[in-house]
């Protein structure tokens, strides 16, 4: 075994790098929390090509003496732990003495600090002192990280492209900002200002700023206290949400967390009141003794432990819930005022039941998009005139609603639409009698697969009809086909045509987009509007094009025809949030998903009224299709009801 031995300050001082300093957002976080716990009121930051090259960190806090600024680049010194009891009771953000070692050991740094009076400038390169002497400067403190990893080139492979990294650190700053209303943050992207808060310590200011008009107007103030723990802020309505949890942002004494406890806390309190995929938003500050929590569990001190995990959930779960309760007894106490007012002036006869017009307009129609047609009697298809004569023709039940299907249809298997049906024979003498067919019919053949034509005569003779019933709770079709009943998910269907289409244009790189009478702007955080503008191309690709608007703000130009206004922004931002979480941005599997949420969103929708003849259509349409099954999300599209089974309910039989 080999002999052990001590490692030297150097060393040691790059292996906690590679723990603290992950990336140059790693350095923002550190230093500026540094400043916080300063007493900083005012607090700017400054990055260039993503942090990389550049960062400073300004601040007004109380600044440090000479031998305190020294003293701060060695490894375990920090002014907040004195004893092993403090481990215990953190009540600051910066606190192992880890950060500013480790900061220095894969840097350049300069600092600039004065305390009272004269100040200090300290230079350092890889960890050793380069200079230190008195200078002027204002009240405060100012840190200059350049050339980030440059004795360390292996880990400048791991970082991601400067607009990415510049995004981070703008999340980051959003974050920080919203923890802490009463500091004023500037941050300043390659000269560019992209972040401003005032500092007037209204938290409702600071997430107007950093989350828009939109998300704000639908902010609901919570408050509640469960024993020693509070849990205060902002929870959204419902009925306003964001694909990922982004937008979920959860503060433990000033400090910003993540934490599993917390996230389903939040689930629970929203349960059966979001859209299936969507996630709410909120933003929870919880006070609470220090010794109940313990930040000193990772290196980053973005996971914590609690001492009661119940306690916690509790405490946010009431919090959110009462805030929503009451939300809905407030709208429950003004909705009655109106129709009472309308009723003195103009009386009206009691509502019992709502009749919908005879021929009512589609609500939601296919447009433009729409794959389907008229419906009409699905004729047998002609290949040749030994195949068909007019005399085998089947007649049409007298019920106009039931025709006849080609056999290759996708619901023939045991588990499908039309199975075990029974089959009318063509009578033979019928046969007989019928002449052959001019030969200008048989140019059909050319379009048919070649199959020997003994096949092509028993796929013919075998007829399946079905009868289109109608529409129940404006989401599911009846059909009824031999001894099955078939209920069919109108949006599924619809959504499995579209994405199925929508696949073969990608494969042939024929992908139809329609440009925007009115452009839509849609509002992101710094970190979306980073990945959307680098990203372009493959926005493009599925027919988005977007445009910086300024403000965190884009302007969709463009959308795939299948989309309208406003499934097109509902769709973009979707994929936007689902190619942020990670991954290869051109795999194959991610654009299918993309693929998969235009479909979605261009589908009809359950529970709007659609034209009867169009859902007729859309039948048509699925019956003759023979690769769809599942929508593209893997749910089924119908469900069977055999006669045998409705008769047994029924206790029949």
């Known amino acids: 075994m080999p002999k052990i031995h001590v490692l030297d300050q ?28 300063a007493g900083a009121q005012h607090i700017t930051v400054e990055i260039k090509n993503g942090g990389v090259t550049y960062m400073r960190v300004t601040d007004d806090g109380c ?20 004893d092993i009891s403090d481990l215990y009771a953190i009540e600051t953000l910066g606190f192992r003495g880890e950060a500013l070692a480790a900061i220095s050991a894969v840097s350049r740094i300069e600092l600039v600090t004065v305390a009272e009076g004269i100040g200090t400038r300290l230079v350092l390169e890889g960890g050793k002192e380069i200079s230190c002497e008195e200078t002027g400067a204002p009240q405060g403190t100012t840190i200059t990280v350049q050339d980030l990893f440059f004795n360390t080139p292996a880990r400048m492979k791991f970082l991601k492209t400067d607009r990415a990294e510049s995004s981070y650190i703008a999340a980051l700053m959003d974050r920080l900002a919203i923890s802490n209303p009463q500091i004023a943050f500037k941050l300043i992207q390659d000269g560019k200002a992209t972040l401003n808060t005032d500092g007037s310590g209204k938290l409702l200011d600071v997430i107007y700023a950093v ?12 408050d509640s206290t469960v024993q020693q723990v509070r849990v205060y802020g902002y929870v959204a309505e419902p009925t306003v949400t964001k694909p990922n949890r982004n937008y979920q942002l959860c503060y433990i004494n ?33 006070n609470l003794p220090f010794g109940l929590v313990d930040v ?7 996971e914590v432990k609690f001492s009661n995990e119940k306690l916690i959930f509790e405490a946010v779960y009431y919090a959110i819930k009462n805030a929503l309760k009451k939300q809905t007894l407030k709208k429950a106490e003004e909705e009655p005022t109106k129709p009472i007012a309308e009723e003195k002036s103009f009386p009206v006869a009691p509502k019992t039941a709502v009749v919908l017009p005879a021929k009512k307009e589609p609500v939601n129609s296919f447009g433009a998009v729409t794959v389907l047609s008229r419906p009409e009697p699905i004729q047998p298809v002609k290949k040749t005139e030994t195949v068909i004569k007019p005399s085998q023709e089947i007649q049409e039940s007298p ?17 499908s639409f039309l199975h075990d049906n029974p089959v009318k024979p063509i009578p033979p003498e019928k046969e007989k009698k019928e002449e052959p ?19 092509t005569i028993v796929a013919e003779e075998k007829q399946i009809p079905y009868r289109f019933i109608g529409e129940a709770f404006a989401a599911y079709l009846l059909v009824e086909s031999g001894d099955q009943l078939y209920l069919i998910d109108k949006h599924a269907a619809h959504e499995r045509m579209i994405f199925e289409r929508l696949l073969k244009e990608n494969k042939a790189e024929k992908r139809a987009h329609q440009r925007m009478l009115v452009p839509e702007r849609i509002r992101l955080s710094q970190e979306e509007l980073s990945f959307a503008l680098e990203h372009r191309e493959h926005f493009e690709k599925l027919g988005f094009e977007i445009d910086e608007f300024g403000d965190r703000q884009i302007v969709l130009r463009s959308r795939p025809v299948c989309l309208t206004s406003e499934s097109a922004t509902e769709a973009f931002t979707e994929i936007l949030s689902g190619w942020l979480q990670g991954g290869r941005i051109n795999s194959t599997e991610r654009e299918n998903l993309a693929l998969k949420t235009v479909a979605c969103k ?10 009867m003849e169009e859902l007729k259509a859309l039948v048509s349409k699925l019956i003759r299709d023979d690769e769809i099954h599942q929508c593209p999300h893997g749910r089924p599209i119908m469900i069977a009801y055999s006669k045998k089974t409705i008769e047994k309910a029924f206790k029949r039989i």
Do not use: W
Request: with cysteine; charged share 25%.
């Open 10 to 37: 150097e060393i040691a001082n790059k292996i906690a790098a590679g723990e603290v300093v992950e990336r140059p957002g790693s350095v923002i976080k550190e230093l500026v929390e540094n400043a916080m716990d």
């Open 63 to 82: 600044g440090m003496s000479m031998d305190d600024a020294r003293n701060c680049f060695l490894r375990h010194a920090t002014s907040k732990i004195r």
């Open 211 to 222: 989350m828009g008009r939109e998300v704000t107007k639908g902010m609901l103030q919570a």
């Open 254 to 286: 000033g400090r910003l967390v993540r934490s599993q406890t917390v996230f389903a806390a939040i689930d629970q309190a929203y349960r059966n009141d979001l859209f299936h995929g969507r996630q709410a938003i909120c933003v929870l500050k919880i």
């Open 296 to 302: 000193n569990v990772h290196p980053s001190k973005m």
């Open 399 to 415: 019920d106009d609603r039931v025709v006849t299907l080609p056999p290759r249809s996708p619901f023939a298997s045991k588990n």
């Open 437 to 455: 067919a001019p030969a200008v019919e048989q140019q059909t053949i050319v379009k048919v697969e070649s199959e020997p034509i003994q096949q």
């Open 602 to 611: 261009a589908a009809i929708k359950a529970g709007n009224i659609n034209d």
